[in-house]
C-alpha cells in the first residue's frame, strides 16, 4: 500500500529528500545538479525571475503552499520547498526534485501537478491562472537555459524542445532497465546504507519522501522504472554539451548534497556518498544500463516502462 500510494502520489510534491540537490548560487550555471554549461548572467537571470515572479505565486494566501510546505515544518511526509525568507527561497525552491522535475515546463511538478495532462487542477483544489503559468514556465525556461539547454527551444537534432528530449531519454532508459541487471548490480544495497542515523531504508523503503531505497528488490526497481520523478533521484540528464547531445548521467550530485547536508538538507542526517555500497551499486546498474541502450538499434531496448 504504501508503494502505491508513492506511484500514484508522485507528482505529489512528497520529500524530505526528495529534491536532493545541491545549493544554487548565482554562479553557478548548474544549481540544481542537472547538466551546466550554461552562462552565469542566466543563473542570475533565473534566479530574478523566481523571486520576483514565482515565490508569489508559491506564497499566495489563497493557494496556501506554506500552509503545508515550509521549509522546516513540512506536514507529514511531504517537500517543504517554501522558505518564508526570501533570502533562502530560491536555494531552497531549487534543492527540491519534486518541485522542479527535469526543469521543462512538461516536466516540472510546479506545473504538472496543477496542470495535469488535461490541464485541469489536480492539487488542493488548486489552479494556476494563465498569467502564473506563463511567469512559471518563463522561469523554468531560463532555468534550461542556464544548465546549457537554450531557451527551451527546439535545438535538438530532430527539432525537440528540452522537454521532449529529457522525457524521450528518461523513456528509451526505462526500456533498458532490466530487473536481471538490478539485481546483478544489487540496488538493493541502497536501502541498506548507512548514514550517521540509521540505514536508508528505515525512512525511506516505502518511496517515502519522494525517494526510495529498499532492500528488496521489487516492487524497488518498478518504482524508479515506472516513476519518472523517483527515476529522476537516482539518474539525470546532462544538457550541458546541447540539446543535440543531452544524455543520462548518474545523479552523483544529489547524493553529494544530501550526503553532506547542503542547502536545504541541512537537517538530513550526513553520510560520506563517496563510500557507500549503494552508490558503488548504481554505478554498476548504471553500465550495465548504458550497455544494454549503446547494443540495441538505435539505442531502444525496448516498450517505456515509465507511466508518467
Same mark, same amino acid.
Not at 532555468?143 to 527551444?153: D, I, S, T
Not at 516513476?227 to 523517483?230: I, L, R, T
Given at each position: 500500500?504504501?508503494? /502505491?500510494? !508513492?506511484?500514484? =502520489?508522485?507528482? #505529489?510534491?512528497?520529500?524530505?529528500?526528495? &529534491?536532493?540537490?545541491?545549493?544554487?548560487? +548565482?554562479?553557478?550555471?548548474?544549481?540544481?545538479?542537472?547538466?551546466?554549461?550554461?552562462?552565469?548572467?542566466?543563473?542570475?537571470?533565473?534566479?530574478?525571475?523566481?523571486?520576483?515572479?514565482?515565490?508569489?505565486?508559491?506564497?499566495?494566501?489563497?493557494?496556501?503552499?506554506?500552509?503545508?510546505?515550509?521549509?522546516g515544518s513540512p506536514q507529514g511526509n511531504i517537500t517543504g520547498f517554501y522558505s518564508p525568507d526570501l533570502s533562502t527561497a530560491y536555494a531552497t525552491a531549487v534543492g527540491y526534485q519534486a518541485l522542479v522535475g527535469d526543469w521543462t515546463p512538461t516536466g516540472a511538478p510546479i506545473l504538472q501537478k496543477i496542470m495535469g495532462d488535461n490541464k485541469t487542477a489536480s492539487h488542493q483544489s488548486i489552479v494556476y491562472s494563465s498569467d502564473e503559468v506563463n511567469k512559471v514556465t518563463?522561469?523554468?525556461?531560463?532555468? /534550461?537555459? !542556464?544548465?546549457? =539547454?537554450?531557451? #527551451?527551444?527546439?535545438?535538438?537534432?530532430? &527539432?525537440?524542445?528540452?522537454?521532449?528530449? +529529457?522525457?524521450?531519454i528518461l523513456e528509451e532508459w526505462s526500456g533498458c532497465m532490466t530487473l536481471t541487471n538490478f539485481e546483478a548490480a544489487d540496488l538493493r544495497q541502497m536501502g541498506n546504507s548507512q548514514s550517521n542515523e540509521g540505514r536508508c531504508r528505515t525512512c525511506h523503503n516505502g518511496g517515502e519522501y519522494n525517494f526510495i531505497a529498499s532492500d528488496t528488490s521489487t516492487p524497488f526497481f518498478d518504482v524508479i522504472s515506472q516513476?519518472?520523478?523517483?527515476l529522476l533521484q537516482?539518474?539525470?540528464?546532462?544538457?550541458?554539451?546541447?540539446?543535440?547531445?543531452?544524455?543520462?548521467?548518474?545523479?552523483?550530485?544529489?547524493?553529494?548534497?544530501?550526503?553532506?547536508?547542503?542547502?536545504?538538507?541541512?537537517?538530513?542526517?550526513?553520510?560520506?556518498?563517496?563510500?557507500?555500497?549503494?552508490?558503488?551499486?548504481?554505478?554498476?546498474?548504471?553500465?550495465?544500463?548504458?550497455?544494454?541502450?549503446?547494443?540495441?538499434?538505435? &539505442?531502444?531496448?525496448?516498450?517505456?516502462k515509465l507511466l508518467n
Open positions: 500500500m504504501r508503494i /502505491l500510494f !508513492a506511484l500514484i =502520489a508522485t507528482v #505529489g510534491l512528497i520529500g524530505c529528500v526528495g &529534491g536532493i540537490q545541491t545549493t544554487p548560487t +548565482t554562479d553557478d550555471p548548474d544549481p540544481g545538479g542537472v547538466g551546466g554549461g550554461g552562462s552565469g548572467s542566466a543563473a542570475a537571470d533565473a534566479k530574478r525571475l523566481f523571486e520576483t515572479n514565482v515565490y508569489p505565486i508559491l506564497g499566495a494566501a489563497a493557494r496556501g503552499c506554506q500552509n503545508c510546505h515550509s521549509n518563463e522561469w523554468l525556461n531560463k532555468e /534550461l537555459e !542556464a544548465r546549457g =539547454a537554450g531557451a #527551451g527551444g527546439g535545438s535538438g537534432s530532430n &527539432g525537440e524542445t528540452a522537454g521532449q528530449v +529529457t522525457q524521450r516513476n519518472k520523478y523517483y537516482y539518474f539525470s540528464i546532462d544538457l550541458s554539451k546541447g540539446l543535440a547531445a543531452a544524455e543520462i548521467v548518474v545523479n552523483t550530485r544529489s547524493f553529494d548534497g544530501v550526503g553532506n547536508g547542503l542547502a536545504p538538507h541541512q537537517q538530513h542526517p550526513e553520510f560520506d556518498p563517496n563510500n557507500i555500497n549503494g552508490t558503488t551499486a548504481l554505478q554498476n546498474f548504471y553500465t550495465t544500463t548504458m550497455q544494454a541502450k549503446m547494443a540495441a538499434p538505435g &539505442g531502444v531496448c525496448g516498450p517505456k
